[in-house]
């Protein structure tokens, strides 16, 4: 791959065609067979890569992160990576829900975690890092640190603290203590954070390290850092305790990181013979899609960077970067191209993935969609979760959930995600449940966006799937009433019948020429000249309007806000925007639309008033739609427990319908 250059789908179908097979044999499974590293044997090679879950109070571990993890073993994962335990008080913001290692009363709540994950049988790491120059005094009320004064463009804008010699060497020593407590702790070893942008990636790319002294300027010098904490760590721990560095071999910048910079210095580590493992990422702040790769990116992008350190290492060589697929991870480990498959987002996502593969039942999986909700999440200081596991990040709450005190019949209106979600969870408690939906297939919304990106797929085949195992009787094709609701005599009833469309309240808004986003999806031709009017503020308006600029047309979108997607996360805005200027689409922000014409669109400034027209013979409404509870209304007082759930209540994101029909169900 060349340097600096990223590899993203630009067709809407990123996996058409492709024929996946599963292998469902773990008797003869590369994936479910043992690996030792550094000493302990891993039962299979499956990883739980690192992911950042926000539980974190005061920079102690909680509860939540013992049992996150926990349930992460329980379904199968041979080794779990942490989420980073922060060496030092400059590093992140310990109210943020970051967890902190930087003083001895730490370790004795983060026993919790060894202690959970060890009952079920897994190896635990935890992962020792320091966010360096990627974070701002706004979050931590402090400056922050890096090699060289500059900031973290474009995701942060303070410029660092350059480190000064002595400041150098208390983090060296602040790594060495966290990995002793660490030990202290029970956990089987530790994975220095050399990715993604941090301290130690800072000072080893030429990208963010200016340094004239012993810590900058040649590579070596750039790796002085690193050996000098490597170093430390096995003084402090011994060579009876596992140490893995995970690093970006690739920043996919012009003046970073490139894979044969990497394969250079990890040829010199190698050599000093005191790291057990390498993690092989990609990317950093600056080109931060790379780092959690969003749906608009093939499956394994970026595998080839782990096959090159393979071919030159006698280490184990852990991949990452969305593989999350039993036959794709299979094929990674059958052509020598890593030993371990490290997952984060797939086993987010269905902690229980590889028993599901192992048993010979991956089409229960619930596949990964590559929406990042869980990292967004984070990001604004909110605990994980996930688009479609209600029990992400909230393991706790379902675990002690009490079982439902006698059967019941329970009918369910609208099979889009949140009814399908109540459906399966009261069919799992043992409840007989009915399900029926209007349109001739499940899915709802979610259907039509699997139509035009794969990975969205997952959410309707998953939830297909469930619903044959557990026998539940779905009858598509029927806009039930409220009298045959009431003929099924349910003991409870759960609306979730979704939204209609949403039309743009403007002269010439119900004209020819308008049309919802679902019609373009099915097919509703539209002309050349096309508006996208995005009252979404989410990732739809964005991926539309790509989509039609793709196919030819010329497309500008119109936005009430201050630019389009504020409510995407930061890897799938900054894909979509790029996508969108490589496009060619035209971004009118700030812009009320005040009427429609045959041939134009007429827009108003919220801030100045200033009148304009675009040309355009198509507007397309990309709305979140209005909800639609009239069924509800009419079975009120008719049965004894009635919900209303979903877009039918409220219309939403998918993260926030799911998560209440999961709640409701669990109440059934």
């Given at each position: 791959?060349?340097?600096?250059?990223?590899?993203?789908?630009?067709g809407l179908?990123?996996?058409k065609?492709?024929?996946?097979?599963?292998?469902?044999?773990?008797?003869?499974?590369?994936?479910?067979?043992?690996?030792?590293?550094g000493?302990?044997?891993?039962?299979n090679?499956?990883?739980?890569?690192?992911v950042?879950?926000?539980?974190?109070?005061?920079?102690?571990?909680?509860?939540?992160?013992?049992?996150?993890?926990?349930?992460?073993?329980?379904?199968?994962a041979?080794?779990?990576?942490?989420?980073?335990?922060?060496?030092?008080?400059?590093?992140?913001?310990?109210?943020?829900?970051?967890?902190?290692?930087?003083?001895?009363?730490?370790?004795?709540?983060a026993?919790?975690?060894?202690?959970?994950?060890?009952?079920?049988?897994?190896?635990?790491?935890?992962?020792?890092g320091h966010?360096?120059?990627?974070?701002?005094?706004?979050?931590?009320?402090?400056?922050?640190?890096?090699?060289?004064?500059?900031?973290?463009?474009?995701?942060?804008?303070?410029?660092?603290?350059?480190?000064?010699?002595?400041?150098?060497?208390?983090?060296?020593?602040?790594?060495?203590?966290?990995?002793?407590?660490l030990?202290e702790?029970?956990?089987?070893?530790?994975?220095?954070?050399?990715?993604?942008?941090l301290?130690?990636?800072?000072f080893?790319?030429?990208?963010?390290?200016?340094?004239t002294?012993?810590?900058?300027?040649?590579?070596?010098?750039?790796?002085?850092?690193?050996?000098?904490?490597?170093?430390?760590?096995?003084?402090?721990?011994?060579?009876?305790?596992?140490?893995?560095?995970?690093?970006?071999?690739?920043?996919?910048?012009?003046?970073?990181?490139?894979l044969?910079?990497?394969?250079?210095?990890?040829?010199?580590?190698?050599?000093?013979?005191?790291?057990?493992?390498?993690?092989?990422?990609?990317?950093?702040?600056?080109?931060?899609?790379?780092?959690?790769?969003?749906?608009?990116f093939?499956?394994?992008?970026?595998?080839?960077?782990?096959?090159a350190?393979?071919?030159?290492?006698?280490?184990?060589?852990?991949?990452?970067?969305?593989?999350?697929?039993?036959?794709?991870?299979?094929?990674?480990?059958?052509?020598?191209?890593?030993?371990?498959?490290?997952?984060?987002?797939?086993?987010?996502?269905?902690p229980?993935?590889?028993?599901?593969?192992?048993?010979?039942?991956?089409?229960?999986?619930?596949?990964?969609?590559?929406?990042?909700?869980?990292?967004?999440?984070?990001?604004?200081?909110?605990?994980?979760?996930?688009?479609?596991?209600?029990?992400?990040?909230?393991?706790?709450e379902?675990r002690?959930?009490?079982?439902?005190?006698?059967?019941?019949?329970?009918?369910?209106?609208?099979?889009?995600?949140?009814?399908?979600?109540?459906a399966?969870?009261?069919?799992?408690?043992?409840?007989?449940?009915?399900?029926?939906?209007?349109?001739?297939?499940?899915?709802?919304?979610?259907e039509?966006?699997?139509?035009?990106?794969?990975?969205?797929?997952?959410?309707?085949?998953?939830?297909?799937?469930?619903?044959?195992?557990l026998?539940?009787?779905?009858?598509?094709?029927?806009?039930?009433?409220?009298d045959?609701v009431?003929?099924?005599?349910p003991?409870?009833?759960?609306?979730?019948?979704?939204?209609?469309?949403?039309?743009?309240d403007?002269?010439?808004?119900r004209?020819?020429?308008?049309?919802?986003?679902?019609?373009?999806?099915?097919?509703?031709?539209?002309?050349?000249?096309?508006?996208?009017?995005?009252?979404?503020?989410?990732?739809?308006?964005?991926?539309?309007?790509?989509?039609?600029?793709?196919e030819?047309?010329?497309?500008?979108?119109?936005t009430?806000?201050?630019?389009?997607?504020?409510?995407?996360?930061?890897?799938?805005?900054t894909?979509l925007?790029?996508?969108?200027?490589?496009s060619?689409v035209?971004?009118?922000?700030?812009?009320?639309?005040?009427?429609?014409?045959?041939?134009?669109?007429?827009?108003?400034?919220r801030?100045?008033?200033?009148?304009?027209?675009?040309?355009?013979?198509?507007?397309?409404?990309?709305?979140p739609?209005?909800?639609?509870?009239?069924?509800?209304?009419?079975?009120?007082?008719?049965?004894?427990?009635?919900s209303?759930?979903?877009?039918?209540?409220?219309?939403?994101?998918?993260?926030?319908?799911v998560?209440?029909?999961?709640?409701?169900?669990?109440?059934l």
């Amino acid at each position: 791959m060349a340097k600096g250059r990223l590899q993203l789908s630009r067709g809407l179908n990123s996996d058409k065609g492709k024929v996946v097979t599963i292998t469902s044999n773990a008797g003869t499974s590369l994936l479910f067979s043992p690996i030792h590293i550094g000493g302990r044997e891993v039962r299979n090679r499956i990883a739980m890569g690192s992911v950042t879950t926000a539980h974190a109070r005061d920079g102690f571990v909680m509860p939540g992160h013992a049992e996150f993890l926990a349930a992460r073993a329980r379904g199968g994962a041979g080794m779990l990576i942490t989420e980073t335990f922060h060496v030092h008080p400059t590093s992140a913001a310990v109210g943020y829900g970051y967890l902190q290692i930087s003083r001895d009363d730490f370790v004795e709540p983060a026993r919790a975690i060894p202690d959970a994950v060890h009952a079920a049988g897994s190896l635990v790491i935890g992962q020792l890092g320091h966010m360096g120059r990627q974070w701002e005094s706004g979050f931590s009320r402090q400056y922050q640190v890096a090699p060289s004064p500059r900031s973290a463009f474009p995701v942060f804008f303070e410029v660092a603290h350059e480190l000064e010699p002595e400041e150098i060497a208390e983090l060296v020593e602040s790594f060495a203590a966290g990995a002793r407590r660490l030990r202290e702790a029970g956990f089987d070893g530790v994975e220095l954070h050399g990715a993604h942008g941090l301290l130690i990636q800072q000072f080893l790319s030429p990208h963010t390290n200016f340094r004239t002294d012993a810590y900058g300027g040649s590579e070596e010098n750039r790796l002085r850092f690193l050996r000098e904490i490597i170093a430390a760590v096995r003084r402090e721990v011994g060579n009876d305790f596992v140490l893995g560095l995970k690093i970006s071999v690739d920043e996919f910048v012009p003046d970073g990181l490139s894979l044969d910079d990497s394969l250079r210095m990890l040829a010199l580590l190698e050599s000093e013979s005191r790291l057990d493992y390498f993690l092989i990422a990609a990317g950093g702040f600056s080109a931060i899609e790379t780092i959690h790769p969003t749906t608009h990116f093939e499956h394994s992008p970026f595998i080839e960077n782990a096959a090159a350190v393979k071919r030159q290492s006698k280490l184990p060589i852990l991949a990452i970067g969305k593989i999350n697929r039993g036959a794709e991870a299979e094929a990674i480990l059958e052509q020598g191209k890593a030993d371990v498959i490290a997952m984060a987002r797939g086993l987010i996502c269905d902690p229980d993935l590889p028993n599901k593969i192992m048993s010979g039942r991956p089409d229960l999986v619930r596949g990964c969609i590559s929406c990042n909700e869980c990292h967004g999440r984070v990001w604004v200081g909110k605990v994980i979760a996930c688009t479609y596991n209600a029990a992400a990040g909230n393991e706790l709450e379902v675990r002690e959930t009490p079982p439902p005190s006698r059967k019941k019949k329970v009918v369910v209106v609208g099979a889009g995600p949140a009814g399908c979600e109540a459906a399966v969870v009261a069919a799992q408690r043992g409840h007989e449940v009915v399900l029926f939906e209007a349109e001739d297939h499940i899915g709802g919304r979610i259907e039509l966006v699997g139509r035009v990106r794969t990975d969205y797929a997952n959410v309707v085949r998953y939830y297909g799937a469930q619903l044959k195992e557990l026998a539940v009787d779905v009858r598509l094709g029927r806009r039930v009433t409220a009298d045959e609701v009431m003929a099924e005599t349910p003991d409870s009833v759960v609306v979730a019948a979704g939204t209609q469309p949403i039309w743009p309240d403007v002269p010439g808004g119900r004209g020819s020429n308008v049309v919802q986003m679902e019609d373009v999806i099915r097919g509703t031709k539209v002309g050349q000249q096309v508006v996208v009017w995005a009252e979404d503020n989410h990732a739809a308006p964005l991926a539309m309007a790509d989509h039609l600029a793709l196919e030819g047309h010329d497309v500008t979108l119109v936005t009430a806000y201050t630019f389009p997607g504020p409510e995407v996360e930061i890897n799938t805005l900054t894909v979509l925007h790029r996508r969108l200027a490589t496009s060619g689409v035209k971004v009118v922000a700030d812009a009320i639309l005040t009427a429609i014409g045959e041939a134009s669109v007429s827009l108003r400034n919220r801030y100045t008033s200033t009148v304009a027209e675009i040309a355009a013979n198509t507007v397309v409404a990309c709305t979140p739609g209005a909800a639609d509870p009239h069924i509800y209304r009419e079975l009120k007082g008719q049965v004894p427990e009635l919900s209303l759930i979903g877009d039918a209540r409220a219309p939403r994101r998918l993260t926030a319908a799911v998560y209440e029909a999961n709640r409701v169900a669990r109440g059934l």
